[in-house]
């Protein structure tokens, strides 16, 4: 049979890469689309969040200004993971074996959810194969609760169960419960509201320091400003702006390796697609600076951050 000959439109994968860059033989980072949406409390549709990262990054810019062409690399997309009906539980679990599958192939795992609680299930992949692990969470929300409508394996409590198996350091914090906030009380953990983070100007070491030398970040979009990314189940007024998640990310990065990451919580909405690119450019970042391909590109965003210090004085 002949290969029809016709031009067609981008293969639908992340990026909308050629094969050649796709097959997963071949590619260092794999994508893993969780649309998974359960136990969200307010606004649902994190189950449409894949799917809408995916169309975004088909329509973005293949070159990135920090960290270049890491298309080159290959980066592979996974079917989706099918959403387990008999609860967070079940769905942890499956989340686990995929992790665990795509860690065996040595390849880096780029999850996009779906809701919060799917993290608990890469988090107990990675350190399996990486027991020296530790794991920085942006997010609006504690995610400490302990149980959260009678399951302990609620978005509300990922982070809970993260702190249980692995030392964690926690960014943009700005919300949680009276039952979190006692908790804390009684056992400190190192966790960064908006506030303190920018009284840090730019001097992160309490931050870094609470990590280990290899690092899974979870990213929940709401940790983000809601100006800059409103599609969020459970948006929460004075989050990170991009430049200040970016920049973290970049020296976390350079301290550590990153092993894995999700980037979770994208609920699009009807006609509002910034959010979506946003987090695409979000997860080709990542992948970029988890595969070390930033040298040259982080030299030249430092300069440009510098000749920036006239907007930005604390980050000069
Ligand atoms: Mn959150």
Redesign the pocket.
């Known amino acids: 049979m002949r290969t029809p000959d016709w031009p067609t439109g981008l293969p639908n994968n992340f990026g909308g890469l050629d094969q050649a860059f796709s097959e997963l033989g071949t590619a260092r980072a794999v994508v893993l689309p969780v649309p998974y949406d359960f136990t969200t409390t307010y606004q649902g549709g994190t189950r449409s969040g894949p799917r809408a990262i995916l169309a975004a990054s088909q329509n973005m810019e293949l070159w990135d200004e920090e960290v270049g062409p890491i298309y080159r690399s290959g980066i592979h997309t996974m079917p989706e993971l099918e959403p387990a009906a008999e609860g967070p539980e079940a769905m942890v679990a499956r989340v686990e074996r995929a992790v665990t599958w795509i860690l065996e192939q040595g390849k880096l795992p780029a999850i996009l959810g779906g809701e919060?609680s799917i993290t608990a299930g890469a988090v107990r992949a990675a350190v399996r194969r990486h027991p020296r692990l530790s794991v920085l969470q942006i997010?609006?929300?504690g995610?400490m609760r302990d149980t959260y409508l009678g399951t302990p394996h609620s978005?509300a409590c990922v982070m809970r169960r993260v702190r249980e198996q692995v030392p964690a350091a926690s960014v943009g914090i700005r919300s949680m419960s009276e039952e979190e906030a006692e908790h804390l009380e009684r056992h400190p953990v190192p966790l960064s509201s908006v506030r303190r983070f920018r009284a840090l100007q730019g001097r992160w070491d309490p931050i870094l320091a609470a990590l280990t030398d290899e690092v899974f970040v979870t990213f929940?979009l709401?940790?983000l400003d809601p100006s800059i990314l409103p599609a969020t189940g459970?948006p929460e007024p004075g989050g990170l702006d991009w430049y200040e998640a970016v920049d973290l990310l970049r020296a976390v990065s350079q301290r550590a390796r990153i092993v894995g990451f999700d980037v979770v919580?994208l609920a699009p909405l009807p006609g509002q697609v910034a959010s979506d690119f946003l987090a695409a450019r979000l997860v080709y970042r990542l992948i970029g600076l988890a595969l070390r391909l930033a040298q040259g590109g982080a030299d030249a965003a430092a300069s440009a951050a510098a000749s920036d210090a006239t907007r930005h004085p604390a980050r000069a």
Request: glycine share 10%; no cysteine.
């Open positions: 919060h997010d609006a929300h995610d978005h929940d709401d940790g459970t919580e």
